[in-house]
């Protein structure tokens, strides 16, 4: 049973076009994020939500629109998409949002190659 | 600003042979603390962690991690290494209080030579 699971696993996409990267969580968890991991292996957290409301979002720029229609989703939208997007992007889950931290579970990954 | 510095880019141990993977970090007040291994095309699988109490922390795969203060430092420890340890190891460090906002170390890729 996969506990955070992403689709798709591969994305190859043309410059301008708009995608989305799914992510969905069965752990129960209340916390869900999306890291964004560069060619040099660099990974940075980009959003979080908790119970659907966002919680922390980076300097992001504003392509980028993560939608959670329930606390076990977390979907990122890309829009006008750009080859410095090219990157490993990840999505996590955790039980807490905020003080006792939690252990944050990821999910296998989607590469997206930007041409 | 708080950072994780990992400065082994690359590392190769044989097999059998023990192995330190070192991590500092710079930080505000004393940070939660975990190591993640990535293995290839996977994601990041938790091996251990860090919030208070004793230092010295039992992960799993064998590993151990020990947090020391004065050095602002994590290091990973295994005594002996085996083939299918080889992957990317990554550092990283969390508020004790506020969002959970991990911040990651740039990773030591791990080789196990024969």
């Known amino acids: 049973d996969t506990a955070v699971s992403q689709t798709p696993k591969y994305l190859v996409t043309q410059m301008g076009n708009d995608k989305s990267i799914k992510c969905e969580q069965n752990?129960?968890?209340?916390?869900m994020y999306w890291y964004k991991q560069d060619s040099k292996k660099f990974l940075k957290i980009m959003f979080s939500?908790?119970?659907?409301?966002?919680?922390i979002n980076e300097t992001v720029p504003n392509r980028f629109s993560p939608k959670s229609p329930d606390k076990a989703h977390l979907n990122l939208h890309i829009n006008s998409l750009e080859l410095g997007d090219s990157a490993v992007y990840f999505c996590?889950?955790?039980?807490?949002?905020?003080?006792?931290?939690?252990?944050?579970?990821f999910g296998p990954g989607t590469r997206l190659t930007v041409l | 600003a708080q950072s994780v510095t990992q400065p082994d880019i690359h590392i190769t141990v044989s097999e059998g042979a023990s192995l330190e993977l070192r991590c500092n970090y710079s930080?505000?007040?004393?940070?939660?603390l975990f190591w993640y291994v990535q293995s290839p095309g996977q994601g990041l699988q938790l091996l251990l962690k860090?919030?208070?109490?004793?230092?010295l922390v039992q992960g799993i795969k064998g590993f151990e991690a020990e947090f020391k203060r004065s050095q602002s430092s994590f290091n990973l420890r295994k005594p002996s290494v085996h083939w299918s340890d080889a992957a990317e190891y990554f550092c990283?460090?969390?508020?004790?209080?506020?969002?959970?906002?991990?911040?990651f170390g740039t990773g030591t890729r791990l080789l196990v030579s024969p």
């Open positions: 990283a460090v969390g508020p004790p209080t506020g969002f959970q906002k991990l911040v």
């Open positions: 930080y505000g007040a004393t940070p939660y």
């Open positions: 939500y908790n119970n659907k409301e966002l919680i």
């Open positions: 996590a889950s955790s039980q807490a949002l905020r003080g006792n931290i939690d252990t944050q579970y």
């Open positions: 860090y919030f208070s109490g004793d230092t």
């Open positions: 752990l129960g968890h209340d916390t």
